[in-house]
C-alpha cells in the first residue's frame, strides 16, 4: 500500500513529463560551496566469468544528498557499490572522494575514507557477539576495546534509531531482521559520512522502514550522503533526492525523483509494464492440507519462540504470516519443515502426523521450503546452478538411475528451469555464488515450485528480486494455489500479503494475534498487531 506508512509519496507524474538532468544540475549543496561531488565514479568497468557486471559506469553523489540506484538483478548496482566499498577492484575506472583520486583496496580503504556499507548478505561473524560485531575490524581502537562502553554506545545508537538488538546476543542467535538492525548500527557507530545501503528495508515492517527514513534524513541534514539500493518503487520516491537506472551493467536514465513515478521507473527497469497488484480467482478452499494444534517451540537460545501456536491451511489457500523479524517466523517453517523440533503440540500434513519427522521424511510428503536464509540453507554457493537446481530430485527418476546421477538430464532440467524462471546465469555449470543475490533467490524458487506437490512454504520469497521479478513470483504463488497447492506465505511486505493472500495471520512473540480474510485487512490495523496491539475481535 504505497504511500500509508511514509512521510511523503508523491503522486505519480506521467512518464512523457519526467525528464533526465544534468549531472551538475542535482547536487543540492550550498552556494558557498564548490560544486564537487562528495563521490564520482568515472568508467568503472567490472567482469566476472562469463559476465560483464558493470560496463563503464558513472556515478556522481552530491553532499546531503540520497542516490537511488534502480535496475534489475544482476543489473550491477551490487557490484558497483562493492567496488566502492573494496570488496572489488575495478578492472578499469577511477574513483573520487571530495574531488581527490583514491585508491580503494579493501574495505579498510573504504571505511578511511568515510563509506560504510549495508549488504545485501550479511558481514557479520555468526560467532561473536552484536557488540564485537560493531567493533570487528575498527581502526584505532586499543588492543583490548573497553567493551562495556561499546554495548553502553551500541543500546544508545539503538535506542536513538529504533533499532534495539541485545548487544550481548550472539549474531548466530538473530532473525535476519534482527541481523540486518546490527548492520545498519555497525555503521551508524562508526560515523560513516557516505552510507550505502543495500536492500536494507528488505527485512523491515513499513514503521521500521520510516524510521530508517528518520535516520536517513538525519544524516542528510549532518550533510552526508546515501546510496540506497532497493526494489520497493514506494522507498525509491520516499528515501531519495534523485535515481539512476542500471541495465545490463550500463547506466540507462538518471531522473529527478520528484519528477518521476513509481510506473516509469518500473518500465525502465524491464523494459515493460509492470503490474502492481496480482490478479486472482476467487478463494475457493478445499481440504485441510497443514494444520498446526498448540504447537510449542524453542529458539536457538531455549527461550519460548512458538507459544500453542494453532493454525490451518487448505488446498487452495495462501495463509500469510505476517510480523516483525524476530517474533517466531523463522521457527513457524522450521518446525513445519523438520528442520526444529516441537516441544509440545502437533503438526498434521494432509492428515498424517508430521511432528518431529525428519526434513527428509516432510519433503517426501510433498513439501517444499524457500527459506529466509538463501546462503546458509538455501543454496550451495560452491556448486553450479545446474546441481542446486536438482537438489530436491536428485534421488528419482529422470535425472537418476539407482544411485547413479545422470549428468546429461541434469543439465536438460537445469536449461529447463533457467529459462522459465528467467534466472540470469552464464551457464547452468555457472557456481551459484558468482549470480547476483536475487539470481541465488530465483534458483532456489525454481527448485521448491517445481518440487512442490502439496505445501509450500515460503519464507520472504521476493526479497531482493527487482520489481518484474517480484511480480513474477507473486503470480506463481497464485498458480500453485490455484492449482490446488496449499501455501503458507511469510513475508514483512504489507502490500505483498494484501495482494496475494487468502488469509493473513500476524504473529507478535510465537502467539497469533489475529487470523482473518485479507479483502477485510486494514493496514494501519495490521501494523499495530504486528507491534503487539491487542485487536477487538478476531475472526477465525
Known amino acids: 500500500m504505497p504511500g ?11 512518464a512523457s513529463e519526467a525528464r533526465t538532468i544534468p549531472l ?6 550550498d552556494a558557498s560551496e564548490p560544486k564537487v561531488p562528495l563521490v564520482e565514479m568515472r568508467g568503472i568497468r567490472k567482469s566476472f566469468p562469463g559476465v560483464t557486471a558493470c560496463d563503464g559506469v558513472d556515478l556522481r553523489l552530491g553532499r546531503g544528498e540520497v542516490l537511488a540506484l534502480l535496475g534489475e ?16 577492484r575495478p578492472d578499469e575506472g577511477e574513483i573520487r572522494i571530495g574531488g581527490k583520486p583514491v585508491e580503494i583496496r579493501s574495505p579498510r580503504d573504504s571505511a578511511a575514507h568515510g563509506v560504510g556499507m549495508v549488504h545485501q548478505n550479511f558481514m557479520l561473524v555468526d560467532t561473536m557477539t552484536v557488540a564485537e560485531n560493531v567493533v570487528l575490524g575498527m581502526a584505532g581502537l586499543p588492543l583490548v576495546p573497553d567493551m562495556a562502553e561499546v554495548k553502553r554506545s551500541v543500546l544508545e545508537l539503538a535506542e536513538k534509531y529504533g533499532l534495539r538488538v ?14 540486518q538492525r546490527v548492520e545498519i548500527l555497525k555503521q551508524l557507530y562508526r560515523k560513516a559520512e557516505i552510507l550505502v545501503l543495500d536492500e536494507p528495508t528488505a527485512v523491515l515492517t513499513p514503521q ?11 544524516m542528510k541534514a549532518e550533510g552526508k550522503s546515501a546510496v540506497f539500493i532497493t526494489h520497493k518503487m514506494e522507498e525509491v520516491m520516499t528515501f531519495s533526492d534523485r535515481v539512476m537506472v542500471l541495465r545490463k551493467g550500463k547506466v540507462v536514465v538518471e531522473k529527478v525523483t520528484s519528477e ?11 523494459g515493460r509494464e509492470v503490474l502492481f497488484r496480482v490478479e486472482k480467482k476467487s478463494f475457493e478452499p478445499g481440504a485441510v492440507i497443514l494444520e ?3 504447537v510449542r517451540a524453542l529458539d536457538d ?10 493454525l490451518k491451511v487448505r488446498a487452495g489457500e495462501i495463509l500469510g504470516i505476517a510480523g516483525v523479524a524476530g517474533n517466531g517466523q523463522r521457527e513457524l517453517s522450521e518446525v513445519i519443515t523438520g528442520l526444529r523440533p516441537v516441544s509440545s503440540g502437533g503438526i498434521s500434513i494432509n492428515c498424517v502426523e508430521t511432528t518431529n519427522k525428519t526434513p527428509l521424511e516432510i519433503i517426501r510428503s510433498g513439501v517444499s521450503h524457500i527459506p529466509q536464509d538463501r546462503i546458509a540453507v538455501g543454496a550451495v554457493g560452491d556448486m553450479s546452478v545446474a546441481s542446486n537446481l536438482a537438489m530436491k530430485g536428485y534421488r528419482d527418476a529422470p535425472i537418476s538411475r539407482g544411485v547413479l546421477l545422470l549428468p546429461r538430464r541434469i543439465l536438460d532440467l537445469a536449461r529447463r528451469m533457467i529459462e522459465s524462471f528467467r534466472i540470469a546465469t552464464p551457464s547452468p555449470e555457472t557456481r551459484v555464488k558468482f549470480l547476483s543475490g536475487g539470481n541465488i533467490q530465483k534458483t532456489i524458487l525454481a527448485r521448491e515450485i517445481e518440487s512442490c506437490r502439496s505445501l509450500l512454504v515460503a519464507v520472504y520469497p521476493s526479497r531482493g528480486l527487482d520489481i518484474g521479478a517480484t511480480e513474477a513470483v507473486r503470480k506463481e504463488l497464485v498458480a500453485q494455489r490455484d492449482a490446488g497447492m496449499a501455501v503458507l506465505l511469510v513475508s514483512e511486505d504489507i502490500e505483498e500479503l494484501l495482494s496475494v493472500a487468502d488469509t493473513v495471520l500476524v504473529l507478535y512473540e510465537g502467539r497469533a494475534m489475529g487470523t482473518f480474510p485479507s479483502a477485510e485487512a486494514d493496514p494501519e490495523e495490521l501494523g499495530l498487531l504486528m507491534a503487539g496491539v491487542e485487536r477487538k475481535e478476531t475472526v477465525s
Open 301 to 310: 537460545r531455549g527461550l519460548p519462540a512458538l507459544r500453542d501456536l494453532s
Open 260 to 270: 518521476t513515478s513509481p510506473r516509469d521507473l518500473a518500465k525502465l527497469m524491464v
Open 292 to 294: 498446526l494444534k498448540d
Open 24 to 29: 551538475d544540475k542535482v547536487i543540492p549543496m
Open 208 to 218: 521500521e522502514s520510516e524510521e530508517l527514513n528518520v535516520v536517513v534524513q538525519r
Open 73 to 88: 538483478n544482476g543489473a550491477g548496482k551490487s557490484t558497483l557499490m562493492n567496488v566502492l566499498a573494496g570488496l572489488y
Open 4 to 14: 500509508r506508512f511514509f512521510s511523503r509519496v508523491p503522486g505519480d507524474a506521467p
Open 166 to 179: 541485545d548487544p550481548d546476543a550472539y549474531v548466530w542467535q538473530l532473525s535476519v531482521g534482527e541481523q
